[in-house]
């Protein structure tokens, strides 16, 4: 294996450093992305963690996921961050007493979470750890919560009518402040002043100019307030909601978690065929409402105002990873994902357009390098029979994280590590690639 100076990346180096942030953020029964900026359990970040910390210690993938839907909703949501009571309110903002969730009928009362949700990644890390530590108990447990998850999604979500999933926050997406966002946004007021009342914790733990910017960070928190008000109840949200949008990356993971459903089905002795139905249903309604023939690529859609974003960012070809894609718009997208614009080597896909006036290699998610999004799309070429390029993808993240360590992000040029250094999922997801 050589990094793009001919550099042999040292496989057993990086293992050992990958095993030993996973060991270090592990905090009982769940892990948390990072010991300093987010000292919490994230939902979408314990699924990948979960897929590659099976194989180096299975009891505690299944456990991290089994901690995760422990704090599952009556509904079937699945909260984007479940707060661990040890750590003190002020070492994380937005915390439980902002998001103010009351204990739920039927549900756990004992824990405390957020009323939003992120991108279902963990029905395919279940199936995942399954394979690689088979445990059909786990399995059995998982199943039906999962599929609560999905059926939350697919009908309390689908704002638009035609069997996509709405986010109601940018946070849901896990793609923070993606470009994607902007033209939705642009339509909220930016009152900074609310942050006045709260202390941002990211920017004293991390550096300013990295993070969002404090207009994008006071509709965060207006939103989120919002959605609160509102009592997280999600009818009537085109009318209740400020912000209702469909993403191609959530809902291809969406599609991806029902195929991933229908092999767990077939472990449980459940059905797979209806899971496999959704999937395809979802793909169809993907391509005529988010793909653009123009740009090869697919576009948020702001349900609100029937607009497609221009943006082209990561979350654009994010939906390679569905198999029933049609083989000219997978061609698509492996052509642009290779291109000027993105770019699969020396250094991994970067999280925007390259080429964009507005391109930023160091803030957040308007520039810098993701590993959990390169990993998905690493399967997504594989899955086409590009397997040159899938390649390509797994030398250069191996080379970025063996030069840098186990960061949260990459600078798009050089490859350099940005945000918090001792990173879960890039950790874990390294491993999984060397597997
Ligand atoms: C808000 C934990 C999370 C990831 C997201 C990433 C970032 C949180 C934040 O960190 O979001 O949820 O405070 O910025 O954007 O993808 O799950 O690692």
Redesign the pocket.
Known sequence: TEDHDHQPVDLDRLRRTAETVLRGNWSGDHMV??RT??PHQ????AAFISIGLAHVAPDRAWRDLRSLFTAQWPDGRVP??VFDPGVNEKD?FPGPAFWDVPPLPGGPSHIRTTGIV?PPVHALAARMIHRVAPDAEELRWLYPRLVAQQEYLLKHRDAGGAGLASIVHP?ES???NSPSWDDALAQLPADVRVLDRYQRR?VQVSVATH??TNADYARYIALAASYRDNGYQDFDLLERHGFVVECPAFNALTADAELALAEIAAVVGADPGPHRERAAGITQAMIERLYDPETGLFHTLDVRTGKRSKARCVNGLMPLILPGLPARVAASLADQAASARFGLSPVPVPSYDRTAPDFDPLR??RGPVWI?VNWLLRRGFAGHGYAAEAEALRQAMLSVVDRSGCF?YFHPTTGEGIGTPE?S?TAALILDLLA
């Open positions: 992305p990072s900026l987010y994230w939902s979408w970040d984007h961050i994380y992120q946070w896990g793609l923070d990211d993070r969002p957040y998610w959990n949260e990173f999922w």
